[in-house]
C-alpha cells in the first residue's frame, strides 16, 4: 500500500509492524485502503497554530499557573451528535469552569473530550449477552462508533473502516458547534453565571453551594460597576481532544503543517494514549511522538515511576513544558499509595509534564443489576486524594479529566440527589463507561473549587 505520508511520521504499515493493541481486525484490506485515502483528502479539522496556544496553556498548567478541565462522553456516538447533546455539553463544561476559575484564581483551560472521541478499547475482544430464546450468544465487543454497531448483532459488530470517513464528519459537525456557540455570545460569563444561579436556587443539591455562587455575583457586580467589559466576558476558548486509538484515522489526519514544516495530528487539538495502548515500543507511542500537538498518557496502577519516565523520554525529547500531560486514574483506595512515588520520581528525574487526575477509570463497578457504574463519593475521594498528594510533594495538581454530560441520565451512583443503584435503568444512555449526569458534575466543580481554594 502507498502511503502519502509526511517525511518525519512512519508509514502506516511500519507503524502497524511495531505492534498495535486495541486495534480493528478489518475483513477487508481494500476498503480500508479506500477509507484512509478519502480521509487524507479531507481538509484539517484544527489548526496547528492552535494546537501550539493550547500546548502554551497547558505549560502554563504544568508550572501550576493554570488549572485543565477536560470532559465529555466515555463514547460519542454518531447518534449523538444532535444540537440539544452537544450545547448541553457545552453548557455544562462552561458552567464547571466558571466556578473552577473563580476559586483556582488562575485560568482554566477548557479541553472537551469530543470531537472525534469515537473509538474504544476493551478489555474483552468479544461480548456475552444472554438473549430470549437463543440462551448465550457471543459477538465482538463493540469498540465504538468509529468502529462498528452498537447493537448486539452479528452484522453490527463487524468493524466497518467507512465508519472512520463518518467519524471525521460527525467530528466537523461538532466542532463547527462548539466554535458558533463559543464564539457566538452563547458562552457570555454572564449567562452562564445565571445558569448557575438557577442551579444553586433551583435544587436541594444546588443550595449548597449557594455560599459560592454569591461570591462570584459579587465579583460580576464589581467588574460591571467599575465599567470593565472585556472581551473575554463574552467569548472562551474551548479545545478538542480524544483517545488517539485507531491508527489508520489518525495517521490519515497526520499532516505537514505549511508554516513550520512540522507534523500534526490535525483531527484533534489534544490528543492521549490510553491505559491499554501506552506500550513503549508500540505503534500508539511511536506515532504520538512524532506529532507535534499536546498529548497525554493515561496512567494506571500499574504504571511504574520508570514507565513514566521513559515515556516522557521518548514522548518529550526536549522535554517542552506543556507537551506532555500524565492523566492518573489509580483510583479512590489506592491513589495515596500509588501516586506519590510516581509523582516523586518523575519530579526528581526533571520531568516537565501536567499531572491531572482522571478520577473515573479507576472506580468502574458493575452493580447488581449488572450496569456498570461509579460511585460518585469515590471520584471525590480520588480527586481530594489527587490533591492531597500533590501539595504534600510540592506539586501543582494540574486539572480533572472527566467522563460528564449535560444531560439528567441515570449512570453513575450517589451525589445530592442520591441517586441508587436501583435508579440506573430509569436513563442510562452510555454505550461505553458511565458519566456524571449535570447535576453530579456541576456538584464536582463545586466540590473541588473547596479542593481548590484550601
Ligand atoms: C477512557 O478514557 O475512556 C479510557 C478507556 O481510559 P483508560 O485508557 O484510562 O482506561
Ligand atoms: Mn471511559
Given at each position: 500500500?502507498?502511503?502519502?505520508?509526511?517525511?518525519?511520521?512512519?508509514a502506516?504499515a511500519?507503524?502497524?509492524?511495531?505492534?498495535?493493541?486495541?486495534?480493528?481486525?478489518?475483513?477487508d484490506?481494500a476498503?480500508?485502503?479506500?477509507?484512509v485515502?478519502?480521509?487524507?483528502?479531507?481538509?484539517?479539522?484544527?489548526?496547528?497554530?492552535?494546537?501550539d496556544e493550547?500546548?502554551e496553556?497547558?505549560?502554563?498548567?504544568?508550572?501550576g499557573?493554570?488549572?485543565?478541565?477536560?470532559?465529555?462522553?466515555?463514547?460519542e456516538?454518531?447518534?449523538?451528535v444532535?444540537?440539544?447533546?452537544?450545547?448541553?455539553?457545552?453548557r455544562?463544561l462552561?458552567?464547571?469552569?466558571?466556578?473552577?476559575?473563580?476559586?483556582a484564581?488562575v485560568?482554566?483551560?477548557?479541553?472537551?473530550?469530543f470531537?472525534?472521541?469515537?473509538?474504544?478499547?476493551?478489555?474483552?475482544?468479544l461480548?456475552?449477552?444472554?438473549?430470549?430464546?437463543?440462551?448465550?450468544?457471543?459477538l465482538?465487543?463493540?469498540?465504538?462508533?468509529?468502529?462498528n454497531?452498537?447493537e448486539?448483532t452479528?452484522?453490527s459488530?463487524?468493524?466497518d473502516?467507512?465508519?472512520?470517513?463518518?467519524?471525521y464528519h460527525?467530528?466537523?459537525a461538532t466542532?463547527?458547534?462548539?466554535?458558533?456557540?463559543t464564539?457566538?455570545?452563547?458562552?457570555d460569563l454572564?449567562q452562564?453565571?445565571?445558569?448557575?444561579?438557577?442551579?444553586v436556587?433551583?435544587?436541594?443539591?444546588g443550595?449548597?453551594?449557594e455560599?459560592?455562587a454569591?461570591?462570584?455575583?459579587?465579583?460580576?457586580?464589581?467588574?460591571?460597576a467599575?465599567?470593565a467589559?472585556?472581551?473575554?466576558?463574552h467569548?472562551v476558548?474551548?479545545?478538542?481532544?480524544?483517545?488517539?486509538l485507531v491508527?489508520?484515522?489518525?495517521?490519515?489526519?497526520?499532516?505537514?503543517?505549511?508554516?513550520?514544516?512540522?507534523?500534526y495530528?490535525?483531527?484533534s487539538h489534544f490528543?492521549?494514549?490510553g491505559?491499554?495502548t501506552?506500550q513503549?515500543?508500540?505503534?500508539?507511542v511511536?506515532?504520538?511522538?512524532?506529532?507535534?500537538?499536546?498529548i497525554g498518557?493515561k496512567l494506571?496502577?500499574?504504571t511504574?515511576?520508570?514507565?513514566a519516565?521513559?515515556l516522557?523520554?521518548?514522548?518529550?525529547?526536549?522535554?517542552e513544558?506543556?507537551?506532555?500531560?500524565?492523566?492518573t486514574?489509580?483510583?479512590?483506595?489506592?491513589?495515596?499509595?500509588?501516586?506519590?512515588p510516581?509523582?516523586?520520581?518523575?519530579?526528581?528525574?526533571?520531568?516537565?509534564v501536567?499531572?491531572?487526575?482522571?478520577?473515573?477509570?479507576?472506580n468502574?463497578?458493575?452493580?447488581?443489576?449488572?450496569?456498570?457504574?461509579r460511585?460518585f463519593d469515590?471520584?471525590?475521594?480520588?480527586?481530594?486524594?489527587?490533591?492531597?498528594v500533590?501539595?504534600?510533594?510540592?506539586?501543582?495538581?494540574g486539572?480533572?479529566?472527566?467522563?460528564?454530560?449535560?444531560?439528567?441520565v441515570?449512570e453513575?451512583?450517589?451525589g445530592?440527589?442520591?441517586l441508587a443503584?436501583?435508579?440506573?435503568?430509569e436513563?442510562?444512555?452510555?454505550?461505553?463507561?458511565?458519566?456524571?449526569?449535570?447535576v453530579?458534575s456541576l456538584?464536582?466543580?463545586f466540590?473541588?473549587?473547596?479542593m481548590?481554594?484550601?
Amino acid at each position: 500500500m502507498h502511503d502519502p505520508t509526511p517525511t518525519s511520521v512512519p508509514a502506516l504499515a511500519d507503524l502497524h509492524a511495531l505492534g498495535a493493541a486495541q486495534q480493528p481486525s478489518y475483513p477487508d484490506q481494500a476498503a480500508v485502503d479506500a477509507a484512509v485515502t478519502r480521509l487524507r483528502s479531507f481538509p484539517p479539522l484544527v489548526f496547528a497554530g492552535e494546537c501550539d496556544e493550547l500546548k502554551e496553556k497547558l505549560a502554563a498548567v504544568s508550572r501550576g499557573e493554570a488549572f485543565l478541565l477536560q470532559g465529555g462522553d466515555c463514547a460519542e456516538t454518531f447518534a449523538g451528535v444532535t444540537a440539544d447533546n452537544i450545547r448541553n455539553k457545552l453548557r455544562v463544561l462552561l458552567q464547571m469552569a466558571v466556578v473552577l476559575t473563580y476559586a483556582a484564581s488562575v485560568p482554566v483551560v477548557k479541553l472537551g473530550r469530543f470531537a472525534g472521541q469515537y473509538a474504544k478499547p476493551r478489555s474483552s475482544d468479544l461480548e456475552t449477552r444472554t438473549l430470549p430464546g437463543q440462551g448465550e450468544v457471543t459477538l465482538p465487543a463493540y469498540r465504538g462508533d468509529a468502529v462498528n454497531g452498537y447493537e448486539f448483532t452479528p452484522e453490527s459488530r463487524i468493524p466497518d473502516p467507512q465508519r472512520l470517513v463518518e467519524v471525521y464528519h460527525a467530528s466537523a459537525a461538532t466542532l463547527n458547534l462548539v466554535r458558533a456557540f463559543t464564539t457566538g455570545g452563547y458562552a457570555d460569563l454572564r449567562q452562564v453565571h445565571a445558569w448557575n444561579t438557577d442551579f444553586v436556587l433551583s435544587s436541594a443539591v444546588g443550595r449548597r453551594y449557594e455560599a459560592v455562587a454569591n461570591e462570584i455575583d459579587r465579583a460580576l457586580t464589581f467588574m460591571q460597576a467599575i465599567g470593565a467589559d472585556p472581551d473575554e466576558f463574552h467569548r472562551v476558548e474551548m479545545h478538542s481532544s480524544h483517545e488517539a486509538l485507531v491508527l489508520e484515522y489518525e495517521h490519515a489526519m497526520t499532516r505537514i503543517d505549511s508554516r513550520t514544516q512540522l507534523p500534526y495530528d490535525v483531527s484533534s487539538h489534544f490528543l492521549w494514549i490510553g491505559e491499554r495502548t501506552r506500550q513503549l515500543d508500540g505503534a500508539h507511542v511511536e506515532l504520538l511522538s512524532r506529532v507535534r500537538n499536546p498529548i497525554g498518557v493515561k496512567l494506571g496502577p500499574t504504571t511504574t515511576a520508570d514507565d513514566a519516565i521513559a515515556l516522557a523520554a521518548k514522548l518529550s525529547p526536549d522535554n517542552e513544558p506543556g507537551r506532555l500531560t500524565f492523566i492518573t486514574r489509580m483510583g479512590a483506595q489506592k491513589i495515596h499509595d500509588l501516586l506519590p512515588p510516581l509523582v516523586e520520581k518523575v519530579k526528581a528525574a526533571g520531568v516537565q509534564v501536567a499531572w491531572v487526575c482522571d478520577p473515573m477509570h479507576g472506580n468502574t463497578y458493575e452493580a447488581s443489576s449488572g450496569y456498570k457504574t461509579r460511585r460518585f463519593d469515590d471520584v471525590i475521594t480520588e480527586v481530594q486524594g489527587f490533591f492531597d498528594v500533590h501539595r504534600s510533594l510540592g506539586t501543582w495538581p494540574g486539572g480533572v479529566h472527566m467522563e460528564l454530560t449535560g444531560d439528567d441520565v441515570t449512570e453513575c451512583v450517589g451525589g445530592g440527589e442520591e441517586l441508587a443503584e436501583i435508579d440506573l435503568s430509569e436513563r442510562y444512555e452510555s454505550v461505553c463507561d458511565p458519566r456524571l449526569n449535570r447535576v453530579q458534575s456541576l456538584e464536582l466543580a463545586f466540590l473541588v473549587a473547596e479542593m481548590l481554594r484550601k
